[in-house]
């Protein structure tokens, strides 16, 4: 099973509990944000252009504590930047377990073997690795412009499985993915042993630098159709660890607005309003965030054009694990949608077979800006803003 049972039950009592208190808008999972330097530069990420006095910052485990108190949401991401660039990682770890909150500490694993060596971490029900894993070998290289980086991480990952760690990985697909390359990359992650794998279209943040690889929603739903269906065929084994109905809603089979309050952010900056993928101002408390956002002003049917091809998981997997709980047809839903999951689809398999006759390659970015078809995760160093100098 991808999640435990004691997971499961968590959350569940806390859900059910929001809509018996009769609260429309809660927090499931507090993204909390403790820095934001990384030590990779990754073409689709908006988060390490900020200038290099603001890179050199991170939260205090006084700050981040504060924040987990004051929004209560059962489970916190740690995502950045990269969290174990943080020297009191391992304190904000321990004060989390305390609390009994389900952690997912996002990271690149380039230093996830360093750090388990040095003794930072002690396995925990409670403590997941999620390692930012974008594809094969060759594919995550590239996406992440640093070649070497994907054995690094499955060194990392083998090191945490091996000592008794919760491990996850985090796919996130943009336009051009390979979908054949994208399910030969889901077996190589269950043959890691890892305990479930997460995954999610990319969203266009304005500050990215390459701006053509977000993928828009009709797309979306073309590209995880092929991915996740006609499952009958050897791949039975997937496990993913998030929702089953957001899976579904990826492949358009579910129609879900967004519910960015799901998982609030706290950062440098405050509570980031109105969700961590856009950023319009931040509030100095969680009351003011949850109360003071006009949130009508977000999702695809307030017509935001921000919004329009976003389906990123932290805004709609709350809304997939609201409605398992919003009474009996949502119980059945995500039930049928555990059991019956190899969604066989002769459309679908017609065109994973065409995909397959394609070159998909990594490298269609690079040729467009004119590297040439011999470009390499190194070329792309050059073609985004290349590796942070604070790792």
């Known amino acids: 099973m991808p999640v435990p049972i004691s997971q499961m039950f968590t959350v569940a009592t806390y859900v059910i509990g929001q809509k018996v208190r009769g609260r429309r808008r809660y927090p499931l ?21 900020y200038p290099a006095h603001i890179l050199k910052r991170h939260l205090s485990v006084e700050e981040c504590m504060r924040a987990v108190d004051e929004c209560g949401a059962p489970m916190v991401s740690i995502p950045g930047g990269e969290p174990l660039l943080h020297p009191d990682m391992p ?9 009994r909150k389900y952690i997912y500490l996002c990271t690149n694993a380039l230093l996830l073997k360093e750090k388990l ?18 594809g094969i070998e060759e594919h995550h290289d590239f996406a992440v412009c640093r070649e070497g980086t994907f054995q690094k991480a499955v060194a990392g990952i083998t090191l945490a499985v091996k000592r008794g760690f919760r491990v996850t990985t ?3 697909l943009f336009e051009g993915a390979d979908p054949v390359a994208v399910r030969e990359f889901f077996d190589q992650m269950m043959d ?20 053509k690889s977000f993928l ?34 990826l492949m358009g089979k579910r129609s879900f607005e967004c519910t960015p309050w799901g998982n609030p952010t706290y950062n440098l900056f405050g509570w980031q309003k109105p969700c961590y993928l856009l950023n319009e101002g931040y509030f100095d408390t969680f009351k003011e965030l949850m109360d003071l956002t006009p ?6 049917a307030s017509g935001n054009s921000k919004c329009q091809n976003c389906m990123v998981h932290c805004g709609h997997e709350p809304t997939a694990v609201d409605y398992t709980f919003s009474g009996v047809g949502g119980l059945v839903a995500t039930i049928r949608a555990m059991i ?18 394609v070159a998909h390659g990594p490298r269609a970015h690079l040729v467009q800006l004119g590297f040439g078809e011999g470009a390499t995760a190194k070329d792309s160093e050059f073609a985004t803003a290349g590796p942070s100098s604070f790792a």
């Open 91 to 99: 304190e904000i770890v321990r004060q989390l377990v305390k609390r």
């Open 216 to 249: 828009r929603r009709q797309k979306t739903h073309e590209l995880f159709e092929m991915v996740l269906s006609n499952r009958n065929e050897g791949r039975r084994r997937w496990r993913f660890n998030q929702s089953a109905l957001f899976l579904e809603f």
């Open 170 to 172: 985090n796919t996130t």
């Open 192 to 211: 890691l042993g890892v305990e479930g794998m997460m995954v999610s279209p990319g969203y266009a943040y304005d500050k990215a630098p390459d701006q």
């Open 295 to 300: 949130w009508e002003q977000y999702g695809l």
């Open 340 to 357: 019956f999951s190899t969604y066989a689809s002769p459309r679908a398999k017609d065109a994973l077979r065409e995909s397959a006759k």
């Open 117 to 134: 060596e040095e003794g930072w971490f002690e396995p925990s029900k409670y403590l997941t690795f999620s390692v930012h894993m974008d």
């Open 29 to 49: 999972v507090l993204m909390l944000e403790p820095l934001l330097r990384c030590n990779l530069a990754c073409a689709g990420c908006g988060k390490i252009q």
